[in-house]
């Protein structure tokens, strides 16, 4: 009844999921309870879902007459099939953590195979839609005195009367005026020094997130109370967002290798975001002679923290001195060399670069005087370190790193297009976190029996050849 050839019969054949069990073991009870679905094969229904951009319950759907998911997760034509609140729960009992060595394991199996070239590093982040609907602040406000109210009923088991003229009216729709906002802003505040510090951990934390939209720092940053977790963003300079990003590392091979979640307002070109993913390739022991990027991560602190990897970084600038571009820089002599075939003849230490001078004598005499700005008698130009460590990469070396960093884009839309990362699935970070682990695990895996596909016909026409 299966298919004689489909990617997921590779897969199963090709790809090692056994390591689950021992990787889960501490998160289930030998002796306690219903027996469970053995750990492997939930996460291989898992797989499914995501591979066929499916819901629990479809996935579940499936598994009750397709042979071919049978077949996939292990599960024999007689053998009773998990419901969707068991995927539910399976995701909750591994958490962010365990998924994320689940996609480390899988990332060792592609290096002991040799399917990672460790050539070039790519390095990019791609935005997420929050699963939530945008209400104004008015609307968030009076949504965050609700929460928090039924929250204190519950523990409670009722509500004093003081505090139910907190409770947000029950109107019509019409456009919020001004008056209606500071009579939000208003209440809510006075419920917060009402409730502040009197109750549960639980109804504490819905009061300080209440707190950081009544007296937000800076720019509005809670989108939801549904998704507290998600934040606003911008993909351009025009186009804006709610919810995340995927910060990812990928192998020149196309298999992504490392990968942070972080709230939509992070710039994931910051140093503390660049350093943790490198770390994490740290661990896992992934080297490669260099990294490309876009210019959102071009700094000193991100060159310096890629060269101390003994890694080259092919970084574009953020903003071009067009002056300097009329100078060439001499590394191994450490000067600035003129149109005219003049050397600089000294440098200061000057901010966070030098500036280099030149010779008054031959600057006054010179036939470009006028075009190059001199600082009275002599020229003079800055050099930032950041700049000086760009100059390090040779032009040509640099456009073809750019050029290969390209790929991410692919990946990315591979993603979006068939893989459930246009929108999260799930609401809070670590639930996005696992929705985006599973996706380039399934991408991942169905990279890699594309590439061991390719060596063998290699050996094999070699062979033949021979």
């Given at each position: 009844?299966?298919?004689?050839?489909?990617?997921?019969?590779?897969?199963?054949?090709?790809?090692?999921?056994?390591?689950?069990?021992?990787?889960?073991?501490?998160?289930?009870?030998?002796?306690?309870?219903?027996?469970?679905?053995?750990?492997?094969?939930?996460?291989?229904?898992?797989?499914?879902?995501?591979?066929?951009?499916?819901?629990?319950?479809?996935?579940?759907?499936?598994?009750?007459?397709?042979?071919?998911?049978?077949?996939?997760?292990?599960?024999?034509?007689?053998?009773?099939?998990?419901?969707?609140?068991?995927?539910?729960?399976?995701?909750?009992?591994?958490?962010?953590?365990?998924?994320?060595?689940?996609?480390?394991?899988?990332?060792?199996?592609?290096?002991?195979?040799?399917?990672?070239?460790?050539?070039?590093?790519?390095?990019?982040?791609?935005?997420?839609?929050?699963?939530?609907?945008?209400?104004?602040?008015?609307?968030?406000?009076?949504?965050?005195?609700?929460?928090?109210?039924?929250?204190?009923?519950?523990?409670?088991?009722?509500?004093?009367?003081?505090?139910?003229?907190?409770?947000?009216?029950?109107?019509?729709?019409?456009?919020?005026?001004?008056?209606?906002?500071?009579?939000?802003?208003?209440?809510?505040?006075e419920l917060i020094k009402e409730v502040k510090g009197k109750y549960s951990p639980y109804v504490e934390e819905k009061v300080r997130l209440l707190e950081k939209v009544v007296h937000p720092q800076g720019k509005r940053?809670?989108?939801?109370?549904?998704?507290?977790?998600?934040?606003?963003?911008?993909k351009s300079k025009k186009k804006e967002f709610a919810g995340y990003k995927a910060h990812i590392v990928e192998d020149e091979s196309q298999i992504v290798t490392s990968i942070k979640t972080i709230p939509g307002n992070e710039n994931e070109g910051s140093e503390d975001n660049l350093e943790s993913l490198l770390q994490k390739e740290d661990k896992k022991g992934l080297t490669s002679e260099a990294v490309a990027c876009d210019a959102l991560?071009?700094?000193?602190?991100?060159?310096?923290?890629?060269?101390?990897?003994?890694?080259?970084?092919?970084?574009?600038?953020?903003?071009?001195?067009?002056?300097?571009?009329?100078?060439?820089?001499?590394?191994?002599?450490?000067?600035?060399?003129?149109?005219?075939?003049?050397?600089?003849?000294?440098?200061?230490?000057?901010?966070?670069?030098?500036?280099?001078?030149?010779?008054?004598?031959?600057?006054?005499?010179?036939?470009?005087?006028?075009?190059?700005?001199?600082?009275?008698?002599?020229?003079?130009?800055?050099?930032?370190?950041?700049?000086?460590?760009?100059?390090?990469?040779?032009?040509?070396?640099?456009?073809?790193?750019?050029?290969?960093?390209?790929?991410?884009?692919?990946?990315?839309?591979?993603?979006?297009?068939?893989?459930?990362?246009?929108?999260?699935?799930?609401?809070?970070?670590?639930?996005?976190?696992?929705?985006?682990?599973?996706?380039?695990?399934?991408?991942?895996?169905?990279?890699?029996?594309?590439?061991?596909?390719?060596?063998?016909?290699?050996?094999?026409?070699?062979?033949?050849?021979?």
């Amino acid at each position: 009844f299966l298919p004689e050839e489909h990617e997921l019969l590779e897969i199963r054949k090709r790809i090692d999921f056994s390591f689950i069990k021992e990787k889960t073991k501490d998160l289930y009870a030998e002796e306690l309870g219903r027996p469970s679905y053995p750990p492997e094969v939930m996460f291989k229904i898992l797989f499914l879902e995501f591979y066929y951009n499916l819901s629990d319950v479809e996935v579940v759907k499936q598994l009750k007459f397709n042979v071919l998911f049978r077949y996939f997760v292990g599960l024999k034509a007689e053998d009773s099939i998990p419901d969707d609140t068991s995927l539910v729960i399976f995701r909750k009992r591994l958490g962010e953590k365990n998924f994320e060595e689940i996609f480390d394991e899988f990332i060792k199996q592609c290096k002991d195979k040799g399917l990672l070239k460790g050539k070039l590093k790519l390095i990019d982040a791609t935005h997420i839609i929050a699963d939530v609907a945008i209400p104004n602040t008015a609307n968030l406000l009076k949504d965050g005195r609700r929460r928090i109210l039924k929250a204190i009923e519950k523990e409670k088991n009722g509500l004093d009367k003081s505090l139910k003229r907190y409770y947000p009216e029950e109107k019509p729709y019409r456009r919020i005026a001004r008056e209606d906002l500071v009579k939000e802003v208003s209440l809510s505040e006075e419920l917060i020094k009402e409730v502040k510090g009197k109750y549960s951990p639980y109804v504490e934390e819905k009061v300080r997130l209440l707190e950081k939209v009544v007296h937000p720092q800076g720019k509005r940053e809670i989108v939801s109370f549904v998704d507290p977790d998600a934040r606003f963003g911008r993909k351009s300079k025009k186009k804006e967002f709610a919810g995340y990003k995927a910060h990812i590392v990928e192998d020149e091979s196309q298999i992504v290798t490392s990968i942070k979640t972080i709230p939509g307002n992070e710039n994931e070109g910051s140093e503390d975001n660049l350093e943790s993913l490198l770390q994490k390739e740290d661990k896992k022991g992934l080297t490669s002679e260099a990294v490309a990027c876009d210019a959102l991560y071009d700094s000193l602190s991100n060159r310096k923290n890629i060269e101390k990897r003994k890694m080259k970084h092919y970084i574009p600038e953020k903003r071009k001195n067009k002056k300097l571009d009329s100078f060439i820089y001499s590394e191994k002599e450490d000067k600035l060399i003129c149109q005219e075939g003049c050397s600089s003849i000294g440098k200061s230490r000057q901010g966070d670069g030098y500036l280099y001078y030149f010779s008054s004598d031959f600057c006054k005499t010179c036939n470009k005087m006028k075009e190059c700005s001199l600082n009275k008698d002599r020229a003079r130009v800055y050099v930032s370190e950041s700049h000086l460590l760009y100059l390090k990469n040779a032009p040509e070396e640099r456009k073809k790193a750019q050029k290969i960093r390209k790929r991410i884009e692919a990946k990315f839309g591979e993603a979006k297009r068939h893989h459930s990362m246009m929108r999260a699935r799930y609401r809070g970070r670590w639930r996005v976190a696992i929705q985006i682990f599973m996706s380039f695990i399934v991408m991942n895996l169905k990279r890699v029996v594309k590439l061991l596909k390719i060596r063998e016909e290699s050996v094999r026409l070699a062979f033949s050849s021979g």
